[in-house]
């Protein structure tokens, strides 16, 4: 009887501690949300901050949060919200609308370092079969191929049920050729969802959080500079990584042919 009522309290602690958890999180979610509408930036990104902290993630707090960095020309954060906020919902237009707009004005405040150098800023273009990727598995999401998956595989057992319980020959063609068909875009669709799912946990981009950052040529303090000064909000990509005798860790990064180099970590944010 002892342990039982020991346990029943500790049972009511823990959803007491649950409940007022929860309702600091609506408290701070709603201020955030008030600030956001007054146009108190910094205010309303110390709330979502705090709310994200408390495990709270969602596309629309990360856009919100993406639009409160942008108003206070913190570019390097916005684009870091604005990549997260797509992971989530990538098909949503506004974070989509949202971040094409601010990594073309990235792109030419680069330009325009590159203007009197003959360097291309400019990300490489896609080719075919990664444009395809992006389109098919980026673009979609795991959530989406994962309902797919099981949407044909309910009709893949459908096909199984009409080819053995009907006698119809037309039925049983039917249940068997679009049991097979229904089968191969089932395996299909859970294939690209256990990709989107990978893509989505992946750190393989990075994005420049400092006002401007050159690339060096190695991972070294004193390694030479090897590119023009590059604006926040940069989007590049993760090469490899290297942790220094200092422990200082270093970070190769490309944003095209033409440019790559490194930097140490805390110069940029992995997204």
């Known amino acids: 009887m002892k342990y039982k009522l020991i346990s029943l309290l500790v049972a009511v ?12 999180v609506t408290a701070m979610l709603s201020n955030a949300e008030k600030f956001y509408a007054a146009k108190e ?6 709330e979502y901050s705090q709310v994200m902290d408390h495990n709270v993630v969602s596309s629309d707090i990360l856009y919100n949060l993406g639009n409160c960095y942008y108003h206070n020309d913190d570019w390097g954060n916005a684009v870091v919200s604005y990549l997260e906020a797509q992971k989530l919902d ?17 792109e030419d405040k680069n330009a325009a370092e590159a203007a009197d150098k003959s360097v291309r800023v400019a990300v490489d273009e896609k080719g075919f079969f990664e444009s395809l990727y992006t ?22 057992i459908a096909g199984v049920v009409l080819y053995i319980f009907l006698q119809n020959v037309l039925a049983k063609k039917i249940g068997f050729f679009g049991g097979i068909v229904c089968l191969i875009l089932s395996i299909v669709a859970n294939v ?13 981009k990075a994005v420049v959080i400092e006002y401007s950052l050159k690339l060096k040529s190695e991972a070294k303090d004193s390694a030479s500079e090897v590119s023009i000064p590059l604006h926040a909000g940069t989007v590049l990509e993760v090469l490899n990584t ?12 490309r944003l095209n042919s033409e440019i790559s180099g490194w930097t140490k970590e805390n110069t940029i944010k992995l997204v």
Do not use: H, R
């Open 41 to 46: 930036y910094d205010k309303a990104i110390e």
């Open 13 to 24: 602690g823990f959803s007491l501690c649950a409940f007022s958890a929860e309702n600091d």
């Open 135 to 156: 389109a098919l598995v980026t673009k979609v999401g795991s959530d989406a191929w994962a309902v797919i998956g099981i949407i044909t595989f309910i009709l893949t």
């Open 90 to 106: 990538p098909s949503n237009d506004k974070i989509n609308g949202n971040l094409t707009f601010l990594l073309s004005k990235v």
């Open 242 to 253: 290297y942790t220094d005798i200092n422990d200082d860790k270093w970070v190769k990064l």
């Open 192 to 204: 690209f969802a256990f990709m989107a799912k990978s893509d989505f946990y992946s750190k393989d």
